[in-house]
């Protein structure tokens, strides 16, 4: 069945330092791909997400590159705040019939200033 | 605003109680979801519901129980035979029950936190 694997976390950086959150993926087909936060306390928000290969998305600062070849939508930021410290999930859902949505085990972003 | 709403935000659960939680949105959405979720564990799919008046288990149907009556509301039954409750539980819609389109991203709530006495 459809997977995602994310890094482990918490992964501890210091404002304006790069960002790379590893997620890679098994699947049939063409998923769509997902990167969802939350912050604490709270429900999941879509941060970005990428429907066919190549396909790049974007929010807040945030990118993700759809690689169908490494199987992969790795989440990047060229210069992390505090206030992205949060847990991020990849998600992905399948391409035929009714697919569920299924998640990796999340990362922790720490920032400090 | 348009939105999922989830309540309450906490709940506390006494040995043998049954406790249900409500969920309700007003985004006009086919699908509603509710989900598990545990520290290091992601999230798990408990029951979901494409159309009103039907739903379909999930990954972890055993001891929860859902309705469907109506399109703005999907509450979650947690039951005395839920033995292991506590969790972050979140529900979620979207728009239809076709998968694969990017109309297909599905909204979150913020969830209940369940407890047992």
């Known amino acids: 069945g459809n997977s995602v694997t994310q890094m482990e976390g918490p992964v501890t950086l210091s404002e304006e330092a790069f960002l790379t959150i590893n997620c890679t993926y098994t699947?049939?087909?063409?998923?769509?791909l997902f990167w969802y936060v939350q912050y604490p306390g709270e429900g999941l928000q879509l941060l970005l997400k990428?429907?066919?290969?190549?396909d790049k998305g974007s929010n807040k600062g945030f990118e993700a590159t759809y690689r169908k070849e490494t199987t992969s939508f790795h989440l990047e930021k060229g210069s992390v705040q505090v206030s992205d410290s949060a847990v991020y999930f990849c998600?992905?859902?399948?391409?035929?019939?009714?697919?569920?949505?299924?998640f990796g085990t999340g990362t922790r972003l720490l920032v400090s200033p | 605003d348009g939105g999922i709403t989830q309540s309450p935000k906490y709940l506390f659960r006494k040995e043998g109680q049954n406790v249900t939680l409500s969920c309700e949105q007003n985004?006009?959405?086919?699908?509603m979801y509710w989900y598990r979720q545990d520290p290091g564990q992601g999230l798990r799919l408990i029951y979901y519901s494409q159309i009103v008046n039907d739903f379909q288990k999930g990954d972890i149907a055993e001891g929860y129980s859902v309705s469907r009556e109506k399109k703005e509301s999907f509450p979650l039954t947690v039951t005395s035979a839920q033995k292991n409750p506590t969790a972050f539980y979140l529900c979620?819609?979207?728009?239809?029950?076709?998968?694969?389109?990017?109309?297909?991203?599905?909204?979150f709530g913020a969830g209940t936190r369940l407890s047992v006495l």
């Open positions: 985004l006009n959405h086919d699908a």
């Open positions: 699947a049939t087909g063409y998923p769509s």
């Open positions: 990428a429907t066919k290969a190549d």
């Open positions: 979620a819609s979207s728009i239809d029950r076709w998968s694969g389109t990017y109309k297909n991203i599905q909204y």
């Open positions: 998600a992905l859902k399948g391409d035929t019939g009714f697919q569920k949505l299924v």
